[in-house]
């Protein structure tokens, strides 16, 4: 499963994490980011201790996609050693993520 | 989900293939109020949720990533899912359709800054503010006052001069306090670096131009297939929805497709659900003769 970030803990677990860092933002009410669950959830299982994948629901912890300018669901968003480098907007399919983590995670 | 489960139901073998969870379209959709046997209405996820569990009784196999190419051949058809190729005797294509863009420079780019598709998704990160909507038709009209609870000001922009949506949306839109229509007019440009500013709007008998500032533009213009896998020798009207005769039944020999990609005028759940039944009776009979 996909770890939960929230605005308390996202400096420590995402911006100083050593690990790349893929948060997806979504919130229950949010068809697309229903969607998206499952996807997540077999990506954190399949980039365990290479990227950490994790969720941030926006309804609880409106601080930091406010921080980040997201004004849409589902965000995915990559950060790398505590900077964005890559953003998608819109529910996508998995190889499309795993392309992304490829070459901008590990790449 | 329908198909799979009438499949299943014949005792045929099913791969299950689903880009994202099961559902589509019907996930995007706040409140269902005409799928029979839900007389208050149901939540879109949960019909979704209620039909992948009524699937889940019957063992199959799953694949949850996009189709990227599809060959077909008659009793060996081939689908490719993600890095992997599946062969079945008989397909049946239930890829449905998708929002459709504006067509305008910087649409993509402004995506997610203030461009949106789905007012249930976004709506949230515009209380307060000015927003617009384009579209004429039932998603356009239902949408905006969904949104027209949130916002403070919304701007319905139609190229036409009267609405094709239906009559109970249109009274509703029209005497909402705060929605204001602008008849007759397109978005020519988007507006916005970081985030939209807003739209220059076009009156289509005048052609003249203006700047109105926004802080969110949602788009509802229809729906486009989503095909983009198919293979070439299958028959597609001219917008690329797959025609199929009464039994669901393709150009191609044991293709099949049902729901919103087909070439069809009502695209409800209702409808999907009938087809999904009808081409997997068709499937399930073309499985039969090929086999005997």
């Known amino acids: ?107 | 989900m329908t198909a799979a489960l009438y499949l299943l139901r014949s005792g045929v073998s099913v791969a299950f293939v689903e880009k994202l969870s099961p559902g589509g379209q019907v996930l995007m959709t706040a409140e269902i109020e005409n799928y029979p046997g839900f007389p208050k209405g149901i939540q879109g996820w949960e019909l979704a949720d209620l039909f992948a569990a009524h699937l889940e009784r019957y063992p199959h196999d799953k694949y949850n990533d996009a189709v990227t190419a599809f060959e077909p051949a008659p009793g060996a058809n081939r689908v490719r899912v993600g890095d992997e190729w599946i062969t079945g005797k008989a397909v049946v294509v239930c890829s449905g359709a998708r929002y459709k863009k504006l067509g305008l420079p910087d649409e993509d780019r402004l995506i997610g800054k203030g461009i949106s598709y789905c007012a249930l998704c976004d709506g949230n990160f515009f209380r307060g503010q000015k927003v617009g909507v384009v579209g004429g038709g039932n998603s356009a009209l239902e949408e905006s006052l969904y949104l027209a609870k949130l916002v403070a000001n919304l701007r319905l922009i139609h190229r036409r001069d009267e609405f094709r949506g239906c009559k109970c949306y249109q009274e509703k839109v029209q005497s909402a306090p705060n929605i204001d229509i602008e008849y007759s007019s397109v978005v020519r440009k988007l507006h916005g670096d970081n985030a939209l500013t807003g739209v220059t709007l076009a009156d289509v008998k005048t052609g003249e131009e203006r700047f109105l500032p926004l802080d969110g533009l949602f788009i509802f213009i229809g729906f486009e297939p989503v095909g983009d896998f198919l293979p070439d020798g299958i028959d597609k009207d001219p917008q690329g929805f797959v025609i199929t005769d009464t039994e669901m039944r393709t150009s191609l020999p044991g293709v099949f497709a049902a729901g919103d990609i087909r070439s069809k005028s009502c695209r409800q759940v209702t409808t999907a659900v009938g087809d999904g039944a009808t081409a997997a009776t068709a499937a399930f009979t073309y499985l039969e003769q090929l086999d005997a």
């Open chain 1, 1 to 107: 499963m996909a770890v939960q970030i929230t605005d308390a803990n996202f400096e420590a677990n995402v911006l100083k994490s050593s690990l790349p860092v893929l948060i997806d933002f979504w919130a229950p009410w949010c068809g697309p980011c229903r969607a998206m669950g499952p996807v997540i959830d077999e990506l954190a299982a399949e980039y365990d201790g290479k990227v950490l994948i994790a969720k941030m629901n926006v309804d609880e912890n409106p601080a930091t996609p406010s921080k980040y300018g997201i004004r849409a669901i589902p965000t995915l968003i990559l950060f790398k050693g505590g900077e964005v480098v890559e953003q998608i907007t819109g529910a996508v399919s998995k190889s499309s993520i795993k392309d992304m983590i490829a070459q901008k995670a590990l790449g």
